[in-house]
């Protein structure tokens, strides 16, 4: 494997070419490394129901040197987690022990974790892509279904606000094709989506791969079927205690890749003072620009 490809990207690239039972092997590095990392391969074949010969074929398939080379790379991926974990706070428990009487503590603590695993699985070369890719673009346009949909419509506000240029695709059979048709090589698409994973948020990353865009994925694992279609994937935590997935980490991370974009364009805060004023003028919001810093009277 090359010095500068790491295990989960190896993974990522070559997940549409495995088997069903490497795929297996695949799950099990991104879900739970730290197993993988130190596990013999007979219990790591007797965990997942495969073949010994199955997890060394996988490795061969990676482009390493057997098991124990697998094993290295990804024991390099649970030490940045533990790295990160390094910088995390002890008095999480306390944090919230206000809440506890009304059994609201464990979601918020729960929302934290998810927040700093995300953390500390982000990469900080695979950001700096990610950030260059939305300053330098053409055009961006920004896709999300579902739950996700309101996670777009945050990105593509804010970033037309500081770069303008950028367009929200909203997944309404079909009406984003027109949008993409013209789109080119210069121009960058970012795409939101998390299990159970939106149809048609897929359909328009097929499309936007079909007119050589460059894409950005922000997604629950690198082998998601949006981390596997993206140039830079940038996986995020969304478990939830509920129904319905957490998006904390996501907001978190866009929140990274917006003031990321907005540093890398040094007109960014002119153009938004020129479009906040212009908005002031418009009667837009209750306070102006002017109000919204005076002190409450």
């Known amino acids: 494997m090359d010095a500068s490809q790491d295990v989960l990207s190896a993974v990522r690239k070559k997940y549409d070419e495995l088997t069903h039972s490497q795929k297996?092997?695949?799950?099990?590095?991104?879900?739970?490394?730290?197993?993988?990392?130190?596990?013999?391969?007979?219990?790591?074949?007797?965990?997942?129901?495969?073949?010994?010969?199955?997890v060394v074929r996988f490795a061969y398939k990676l482009g390493l040197n057997g098991y124990p080379d697998l094993q290295e790379q990804v024991r390099q991926v649970v030490r940045g987690h533990i790295r990160g974990k390094a910088t995390g706070s002890d008095g999480d428990e306390g944090l919230a022990e206000h809440l506890e009487a009304g059994g609201h503590a464990a979601s918020l603590l729960h929302d934290l974790e998810n927040l700093r695993k995300t953390i500390a699985a982000l990469e900080p070369e695979r950001l700096d892509e990610a950030v260059a890719i939305l300053?330098?673009?053409?055009?961006?346009?920004?896709?999300?279904?579902?739950?996700?949909?309101?996670?777009?419509?945050?990105a593509a506000l804010t970033l037309e606000r500081i770069r303008g240029q950028a367009y929200l695709l909203e997944n309404l059979g079909g009406r984003q094709v027109p949008a993409l048709f013209s789109a080119t090589e210069?121009?960058?698409?970012?795409?939101?989506?998390?299990?159970?994973?939106?149809?048609?948020?897929?359909?328009?990353?097929e499309l936007a791969r079909e007119r050589k865009m460059k894409l950005v994925g922000l997604t629950d694992t690198p082998i998601s079927p949006v981390g596997q279609r993206v140039d830079v994937v940038l996986p995020t935590r969304v478990s939830g205690m509920g129904t319905q997935n957490?998006?904390?980490?996501?907001?978190?991370?866009?929140?990274?890749?917006?003031?990321?974009t907005m540093a890398a364009l040094g007109d960014s805060m002119t153009r938004y003072d020129?479009?906040?004023?212009?908005?002031?003028?418009?009667?837009?919001f209750v306070l102006s620009g002017e109000d919204s810093d005076k002190p409450e009277r």
């Open 246 to 260: 957490s998006l904390v980490a996501p907001v978190a991370v866009l929140n990274v890749l917006l003031n990321g």
């Open 24 to 54: 297996r092997i695949a799950e099990a590095i991104v879900e739970d490394p730290e197993f993988v990392a130190f596990a013999t391969v007979d219990k790591l074949s007797e965990r997942l129901s495969v073949a010994p010969s199955t």
């Open 186 to 205: 210069d121009d960058a698409l970012l795409v939101i989506g998390f299990a159970p994973y939106s149809a048609d948020t897929i359909q328009i990353l």
């Open 274 to 284: 020129r479009l906040m004023k212009s908005m002031d003028r418009w009667g837009l």
């Open 135 to 154: 300053a330098s673009a053409r055009s961006v346009f920004v896709a999300g279904g579902y739950a996700s949909g309101a996670l777009a419509a945050y």
